[in-house]
């Protein structure tokens, strides 16, 4: 095989070997970044995933949901994740938050479009609220949470666009006004809950798109105002109330998209902006109206999607920050208003999605969090800006149809060719990278549906091949870059959809092999080339769909499977070529959009796993075939968009991630597992286009006492920590699943605990708690006289050290090794030396401290007769002043002189 093919297998069929059945997580790894636009291409590196598709932002996956830092602008990714598009968010007065949509998972945990998050920013587990279609708004009013819609049931309970429910349990409440379409808008003020949508009856009574009811009887207000279109937004402020939508009259009087209304009578007021488009959002701050929405005129001025609006006059103020696109809400925190839409500029500057404006002067704040897409709903906290809406990532890079991903933390890296339109394949030679598409710039030079990148820096060279139409699919070797798309040219020579280009000049090779459409797919395996698309000629030659090739020659094989309609992509394993597309028969036998031939004979072989749909993408991985595609169903198993198929049985394995669109691009390696196209969610975590499995993980958490203790760890083949030495508590976050066996060493003076071992399961926590018990032993200390005082020392744990005692002390439980006691000085005797020994486990250790007279010990003269000899100015007669603690000491026992006259007895 010669060198340039040997490379390109290595980099782009990087082949996945001796894994066993399941390794792959079915849940997507959390740090890889996603995308904006559909992901068609990936190309793995040991270190990098190189990425190309149809998008223009790359970013870390917060969901539709992202609590952001005020100052910073910053996500935070531990955030929950929902899955489905937040539309409206209601402050809990306690730091958490309501939230209400188009979901239907929280962080893998089934809620249904209503949601309780907590104030450290995680799913209220406890609090569940069901409802069965869209919730537009919500408004907590002391513990009733009311929740505005468009939907039927709440809690399984017939509730048709309104219901209340208690904010702390969720139970649902009687009350069931009942309107008969959807409500958008909720406000509350002075006991009256303000309601506004589409409905033209609500509580059995004609409202017409606008209705207030009592919150403290349920009923219907008899406040009451014809308006002739719905209502998008209500705000209430000093007794008005302010309305914005698709209405043009107000009790018959011109009000064209937002009106105020007395809240008391209620009664029009002549306040009169009179935009020119739909008021989307209202905020209120002193004497200033914010409004947002999809109007240029407004307030008698030229006023882009967003305007303030003086209370007093009803005409715009000079504030002007003009969103190239409609903005749906607005939040004000002191003096920034914070603003949510569809935009990507405001006031000239990027800003994608959520913008902050100065509140008086309107210039843009450099705060710029840059969501992916549509914000719906804005909130603020004392910290954060929560926002909600259609976006899929925060704090995203700018990245044109390609993209690199550091495969060690999934974050973008700074290479960024930029092509001006979607990318199709990737090849990789040596370090060049080359890409096909249908392009026509890349890196701002004109580039003609193909370019050849560096892999490192992302740099356009030189090799420029001209092309007519859009390439699909890219294949270099030693001298030539095989090329297979849409094109009918290369250069100036005729080239249909299959060619060959000389990989030094650009200029298109002598290799012709004209086929009569698209060519989707080629590579080259040892001296021949195979190709696949929706052809059926090859040189003027019937080939349905498949072809192979001489490489040198472009002579055409007699090879020839054939397949009733497109085979869209091909792996090759061993003798055995495995096809996936959209055809019903494959070399003359029933196969439904997956099959395989024989590399040699061309026959169609018994493997059969029998997709319900189309496949785009194979991809080999050790003994099993990824597919990937548009079924929902495959070798019998319900399997959505991927699948994973044993080589031999054809048999579906159990990895099952659940995409909700088509995969079209797949790349496996021995670590990674990339999924690229253009699917809206998988796993039920609302990730779209982009998801990178890796073997299945959970946490492991060691902790130890004391703290000094070391220890070491052994798990799966992969884990990180296997056999090292580690000192204290420890984490291992993304460990897979597996046997791991904790080993404690030894200490001195500490019995070690035994070794242990657990099972590691997929989304799983082990924890290992060890503790190290100190041996111990008992240590006694007398004293002579038993008023004596001394210190006692030990090891670093041995509560008593450096403690001063008096008399006789014994500490059970002391932990083993060297002790030390000293006594304390006492006038008129001679300190006794410092002790020191060892404690041994299980052990008794007694230290006598003897403290003597300084004036020395001796015999008794004359055998002592019993009689007691004191200082020599006492008299032994008479002792009627002795000084205190004047002693006589014989033999060593010491004796006290008492102070009192007696007569002696002969």
Same mark, same amino acid.
């Given at each position: 095989?010669?060198?340039?093919?040997?490379?390109?297998?290595?980099?782009?069929?990087?082949?996945?070997?001796?894994?066993?059945?399941?390794?792959?997580?079915?849940?997507?790894?959390?740090?890889?970044?996603?995308?904006?636009?559909?992901?068609?291409?990936?190309?793995?590196?040991?270190?990098?995933?190189?990425?190309?598709?149809?998008?223009?932002?790359?970013?870390?996956?917060?969901?539709?949901?992202?609590?952001?830092?005020?100052?910073?602008?910053?996500?935070?990714?531990?955030?929950?994740?929902?899955?489905?598009?937040?539309?409206?968010?209601?402050?809990?007065?306690?730091?958490?938050?309501?939230?209400?949509?188009?979901?239907?998972?929280?962080?893998?945990?089934?809620?249904?479009?209503?949601?309780?998050?907590?104030?450290?920013?995680?799913?209220?587990?406890?609090?569940?609220?069901?409802?069965?279609?869209?919730?537009?708004?919500?408004?907590?009013?002391?513990?009733?949470?009311?929740?505005?819609?468009?939907?039927?049931?709440?809690?399984?309970?017939?509730?048709?666009?309104?219901?209340?429910?208690?904010?702390?349990?969720?139970?649902?409440?009687?009350?069931?006004?009942?309107?008969?379409?959807?409500?958008?808008?909720?406000?509350?003020?002075?006991?009256?809950?303000?309601?506004?949508?589409?409905?033209?009856?609500?509580?059995?009574?004609?409202?017409?798109?606008?209705?207030?009811?009592?919150?403290?009887?349920?009923?219907?207000?008899?406040?009451?105002?014809?308006?002739?279109?719905?209502?998008?937004?209500?705000?209430?402020?000093?007794?008005?109330?302010?309305?914005?939508?698709?209405?043009?009259?107000?009790?018959?009087?011109?009000?064209?998209?937002?009106?105020?209304?007395?809240?008391?009578?209620?009664?029009?007021?002549?306040?009169?902006?009179?935009?020119?488009?739909?008021?989307?959002?209202?905020?209120?701050?002193?004497?200033?109206?914010?409004?947002?929405?999809?109007?240029?005129?407004?307030?008698?001025?030229?006023?882009?999607?967003?305007?303030?609006?003086?209370?007093?006059?009803?005409?715009?103020?000079?504030?002007?920050?003009?969103?190239?696109?409609?903005?749906?809400?607005?939040?004000?925190?002191?003096?920034?208003?914070?603003?949510?839409?569809?935009?990507?500029?405001?006031?000239?500057?990027?800003?994608?999605?959520?913008?902050?404006?100065?509140?008086?002067?309107?210039?843009?704040?450099?705060?710029?969090?840059?969501?992916?897409?549509?914000?719906?709903?804005?909130?603020?906290?004392?910290?954060?800006?929560?926002?909600?809406?259609?976006?899929?990532?925060?704090?995203?890079?700018?990245?044109?149809?390609?993209?690199?991903?550091?495969?060690?933390?999934?974050?973008?890296?700074?290479?960024?060719?930029?092509?001006?339109?979607?990318?199709?394949?990737?090849?990789?030679?040596?370090?060049?990278?080359?890409?096909?598409?249908?392009?026509?710039?890349?890196?701002?030079?004109?580039?003609?549906?193909?370019?050849?990148?560096?892999?490192?820096?992302?740099?356009?060279?030189?090799?420029?091949?001209?092309?007519?139409?859009?390439?699909?699919?890219?294949?270099?070797?030693?001298?030539?870059?095989?090329?297979?798309?849409?094109?009918?040219?290369?250069?100036?020579?005729?080239?249909?959809?299959?060619?060959?280009?000389?990989?030094?000049?650009?200029?298109?090779?002598?290799?012709?092999?004209?086929?009569?459409?698209?060519?989707?797919?080629?590579?080259?395996?040892?001296?021949?080339?195979?190709?696949?698309?929706?052809?059926?000629?090859?040189?003027?030659?019937?080939?349905?769909?498949?072809?192979?090739?001489?490489?040198?020659?472009?002579?055409?094989?007699?090879?020839?499977?054939?397949?009733?309609?497109?085979?869209?992509?091909?792996?090759?394993?061993?003798?055995?070529?495995?096809?996936?597309?959209?055809?019903?028969?494959?070399?003359?036998?029933?196969?439904?959009?997956?099959?395989?031939?024989?590399?040699?004979?061309?026959?169609?072989?018994?493997?059969?796993?029998?997709?319900?749909?189309?496949?785009?993408?194979?991809?080999?991985?050790?003994?099993?075939?990824?597919?990937?595609?548009?079924?929902?169903?495959?070798?019998?198993?319900?399997?959505?968009?991927?699948?994973?198929?044993?080589?031999?049985?054809?048999?579906?394995?159990?990895?099952?991630?659940?995409?909700?669109?088509?995969?079209?691009?797949?790349?496996?390696?021995?670590?990674?597992?990339?999924?690229?196209?253009?699917?809206?969610?998988?796993?039920?975590?609302?990730?779209?286009?982009?998801?990178?499995?890796?073997?299945?993980?959970?946490?492991?958490?060691?902790?130890?006492?004391?703290?000094?203790?070391?220890?070491?760890?052994?798990?799966?083949?992969?884990?990180?920590?296997?056999?090292?030495?580690?000192? =204290? #508590? /420890?984490?291992?976050?993304?460990? *897979?699943? %597996?046997? &791991?066996?904790?080993? !404690?060493? +030894?200490?001195? $003076? @500490?019995?070690?605990?035994?070794?242990?071992?657990?099972?590691?399961?997929?989304?799983?926590?082990?924890?290992?708690?060890?503790?190290?018990?100190?041996?111990?032993?008992?240590?006694?200390?007398?004293?002579?006289?038993?008023?004596?005082?001394?210190?006692?020392?030990?090891?670093?744990?041995?509560?008593?050290?450096?403690?001063?005692?008096? =008399? #006789? /002390?014994?500490?059970?439980?002391? *932990?083993? %090794?060297? &002790?030390?006691?000293? !006594?304390? +000085?006492?006038? $008129? @005797?001679?300190?006794?030396?410092?002790?020191?020994?060892?404690?041994?486990?299980?052990?008794?250790?007694?230290?006598?401290?003897?403290?003597?007279?300084?004036?020395?010990?001796?015999?008794?003269?004359?055998?002592?007769?019993?009689?007691?000899?004191?200082?020599?100015?006492?008299?032994?007669?008479?002792?009627?002043?002795?000084?205190?603690?004047?002693?006589?000491?014989?033999?060593?026992?010491?004796?006290?002189?008492?102070?009192?006259?007696?007569?002696?007895?002969?």
């Amino acid at each position: 095989m010669i060198r340039g093919i040997r490379l390109f297998l290595l980099a782009c069929f990087w082949v996945a070997c001796g894994y066993a059945v399941g390794e792959w997580s079915s849940v997507p790894r959390s740090t890889t970044w996603t995308t904006d636009g559909q992901v068609l291409a990936i190309l793995q590196t040991p270190t990098t995933v190189y990425i190309g598709g149809n998008f223009s932002t790359v970013g870390p996956f917060t969901g539709t949901l992202a609590s952001i830092d005020k100052t910073t602008g910053v996500a935070d990714l531990d955030f929950a994740k929902v899955n489905g598009p937040v539309i409206a968010i209601e402050s809990d007065g306690s730091g958490g938050w309501y939230i209400g949509g188009v979901f239907s998972a929280i962080d893998g945990m089934e809620r249904t479009s209503l949601a309780h998050i907590l104030s450290d920013g995680t799913l209220d587990t406890g609090w569940n609220v069901e409802v069965d279609g869209v919730v537009n708004a919500l408004c907590l009013v002391g513990n009733t949470l009311y929740i505005g819609g468009d939907f039927v049931s709440v809690n399984e309970k017939p509730r048709t666009n309104l219901a209340a429910v208690n904010a702390s349990t969720g139970v649902l409440q009687d009350w069931n006004p009942a309107p008969d379409f959807f409500v958008s808008a909720l406000a509350y003020a002075d006991g009256i809950l303000y309601v506004g949508g589409e409905f033209t009856h609500i509580a059995s009574a004609s409202r017409s798109y606008l209705a207030a009811i009592d919150t403290a009887t349920g009923n219907l207000a008899g406040w009451q105002v014809a308006l002739d279109g719905a209502v998008k937004a209500i705000a209430v402020a000093n007794g008005t109330v302010y309305i914005g939508g698709w209405f043009t009259t107000v009790d018959t009087q011109p009000r064209s998209y937002l009106a105020a209304i007395d809240a008391s009578t209620p009664t029009v007021s002549p306040w009169n902006p009179g935009a020119n488009g739909l008021v989307q959002c209202i905020a209120i701050e002193g004497d200033i109206v914010y409004v947002g929405g999809e109007f240029s005129q407004i307030g008698g001025a030229a006023r882009n999607r967003l305007a303030a609006i003086s209370v007093s006059s009803g005409t715009a103020t000079a504030w002007d920050p003009s969103p190239n696109a409609p903005v749906d809400s607005l939040c004000i925190v002191g003096d920034t208003v914070y603003s949510g839409g569809n935009f990507t500029s405001v006031g000239g500057q990027k800003r994608k999605g959520i913008a902050a404006i100065n509140a008086t002067t309107g210039e843009i704040t450099p705060w710029d969090p840059s969501a992916d897409g549509h914000v719906k709903a804005v909130a603020a906290s004392d910290d954060d800006i929560l926002i909600g809406g259609y976006f899929h990532t925060v704090n995203g890079v700018e990245r044109n149809h390609l993209a690199a991903l550091d495969k060690a933390t999934g974050a973008a890296t700074a290479w960024n060719p930029n092509a001006d339109s979607t990318v199709y394949a990737f090849a990789l030679y040596e370090n060049t990278i080359y890409v096909g598409g249908n392009f026509t710039t890349v890196g701002g030079v004109p580039r003609n549906y193909i370019a050849a990148v560096s892999a490192s820096t992302g740099a356009v060279f030189s090799w420029a091949p001209v092309l007519n139409g859009l390439v699909y699919t890219v294949y270099p070797t030693d001298d030539k870059v095989f090329v297979g798309g849409l094109f009918t040219s290369i250069g100036t020579s005729p080239r249909q959809y299959l060619g060959a280009i000389d990989r030094v000049t650009g200029q298109p090779a002598p290799w012709s092999a004209n086929a009569n459409d698209a060519v989707y797919q080629v590579s080259v395996i040892g001296d021949t080339v195979y190709a696949c698309g929706a052809f059926t000629q090859i040189n003027s030659n019937s080939r349905a769909r498949l072809a192979a090739l001489r490489a040198d020659t472009a002579d055409l094989l007699s090879w020839n499977p054939g397949a009733n309609q497109a085979v869209r992509c091909f792996v090759v394993s061993g003798s055995t070529m495995y096809v996936g597309g959209h055809f019903t028969v494959l070399g003359g036998t029933s196969r439904h959009c997956l099959g395989a031939v024989d590399l040699t004979s061309g026959n169609t072989t018994s493997w059969n796993p029998s997709p319900n749909d189309s496949v785009y993408t194979l991809a080999l991985a050790g003994d099993k075939i990824l597919a990937g595609g548009w079924f929902s169903q495959i070798a019998g198993q319900s399997r959505a968009g991927a699948a994973e198929i044993d080589k031999s049985s054809g048999q579906a394995t159990p990895w099952n991630p659940k995409f909700q669109g088509q995969v079209i691009a797949i790349s496996a390696s021995d670590t990674a597992l990339f999924v690229g196209g253009s699917f809206s969610s998988v796993a039920s975590e609302g990730r779209p286009h982009l998801g990178e499995f890796r073997s299945p993980t959970g946490s492991v958490t060691v902790e130890v006492a004391p703290d000094t203790a070391s220890w070491t760890l052994t798990g799966p083949a992969g884990f990180e920590g296997n056999g090292q030495t580690y000192t =204290g #508590d /420890r984490t291992f976050a993304e460990a *897979p699943v %597996g046997v &791991y066996t904790w080993t !404690g060493m +030894s200490m001195s $003076g @500490y019995s070690t605990p035994s070794s242990q071992t657990q099972t590691l399961s997929d989304s799983g926590t082990l924890l290992f708690e060890k503790v190290w018990q100190r041996q111990t032993g008992t240590i006694s200390v007398h004293t002579s006289p038993g008023t004596a005082t001394w210190t006692i020392t030990g090891p670093d744990d041995f509560s008593a050290n450096g403690a001063s005692f008096q =008399g #006789d /002390r014994t500490f059970s439980n002391a *932990p083993v %090794g060297s &002790y030390t006691v000293q !006594g304390h +000085s006492i006038t $008129g @005797y001679a300190t006794p030396t410092a002790q020191t020994q060892s404690l041994e486990a299980g052990g008794t250790v007694t230290f006598t401290l003897t403290w003597t007279s300084s004036g020395g010990t001796g015999p008794v003269p004359g055998g002592c007769s019993g009689k007691a000899f004191g200082p020599a100015h006492i008299s032994h007669e008479t002792a009627t002043s002795i000084p205190s603690a004047d002693l006589a000491v014989f033999a060593g026992v010491t004796f006290v002189i008492l102070a009192a006259k007696r007569k002696r007895t002969r």
